[in-house]
């Protein structure tokens, strides 16, 4: 799929870009929508950390979540196209509704309900729009996101602001130095939070990206309808260091030198757009960096917060 294939791309690109930021102190870890995270697919792993931080207090049980199934039909595919001023025939795909009019194209996943929505002809391509001199605002962007996720009945209710990046794409010279850039636009993210705890994961997230003329040419939406199912006891988060000692911290770097903790929390964890979820998985956040001989990487890493329950299995699936 288009998305697919750009997503690919921009990762690479963001990848190059945010792997040269050098996290040395904890105090500087103070921006983890933009982090590298390390997760399971890397090919390294250390068991020797260090814990520069005080772990929480928690309480001795914790609500569970189910998840709603989607119900992504033909005619809800139209409603949304419909919102996004789109007209035509959506199409199924795989697992996803599909549907391009000229410029603009549109994705809905049929197992999380994930809307992507995309200016093809702008959208993290070289123009002479979106470009750094042409960009609204910090505050005109937040407030042109917010009227568009209102106005076309995308706004969640647990929605909470989370901060502002700017997705560009550059040239580099032979020697790595950036000589122009061919785009840039204004992300506006959004966060969620559940029983007071933080939605974590690929399968959270609320972004909506403004142009250089002050219009949305990026949408992107996964927020999962839930329901409260029971309340479980939950381990401790010494014994989720335990467990993690016991795992590892994954990592893309070989020969890790020093490997450090620097904030640790309970969150529910939300599975990547491409799976099916039963229930929103509480875990224990590990958050830190993994320092090489030349490279350092920011990590967050999860540990499953609730004990051994036979209908929540998939909690163990976190960690492979």
């Known amino acids: 799929m288009i998305m697919r294939k750009i997503a690919g791309l921009i990762g690479l690109i963001l990848i190059l870009l945010i792997a040269g930021a050098a996290y040395t102190t904890c105090n500087r870890q103070n921006n983890w929508q933009n982090a590298n995270y390390i997760e399971s697919s890397k090919g390294f792993r250390t068991s020797s950390f260090v814990l520069n931080t005080a772990l929480p207090e928690v309480p001795k049980k914790l609500e569970i979540y189910e998840c709603v199934e989607p119900n992504v039909t033909l005619s809800y595919v139209s409603s949304v196209a419909k919102r996004l001023n789109m007209n035509g025939h959506p199409r199924e795909a795989f697992d996803e509704f599909v ?171 939300a599975k990547p757009t491409s799976e099916k979820q039963k229930y929103l998985l509480p875990v224990y956040v590990f958050e830190g960096y993994v320092k090489g001989r030349n490279k350092v990487e920011a990590f967050r890493q999860y540990i499953p917060a609730v004990s051994d329950l036979p209908e929540l299995g998939e909690l163990h699936e976190v960690l492979r």
């Not at 999962?224 to 989720?240: L, M, N, S, W």
């Open 99 to 269: 549907l391009t009019d000229g410029k603009f194209h549109l994705e809905i996943n049929v197992k999380s309900g994930r809307i992507s929505y995309i200016d093809t002809s702008r959208w993290m391509v070289g123009n002479n729009v979106d470009k750094p001199s042409n960009s609204p605002s910090s505050e005109e962007a937040i407030k042109i996101a917010t009227k568009f996720l209102r106005k076309k009945g995308f706004m969640p209710d647990d929605a909470v602001f989370r901060g502002v990046t700017h997705p560009k794409v550059v040239a580099m010279n032979g020697e790595g130095k950036v000589i122009g850039i061919g785009f840039e636009d204004v992300r506006v993210s959004f966060a969620r939070k559940i029983n007071g705890l933080p939605v974590v994961g690929a399968g959270s997230k609320l972004d909506v990206e403004i142009g250089g003329k002050g219009d949305v040419i990026c949408f992107y939406k996964v927020w999962r309808t839930v329901r409260p199912y029971k309340k479980c006891p939950i381990i401790t988060p010494e014994q989720a260091l335990e467990k993690l000692k016991e795992v590892g911290i994954f990592t893309g770097i070989k020969d890790v030198g020093r490997a450090e903790i620097c904030k640790v929390y309970l969150g529910y964890y």
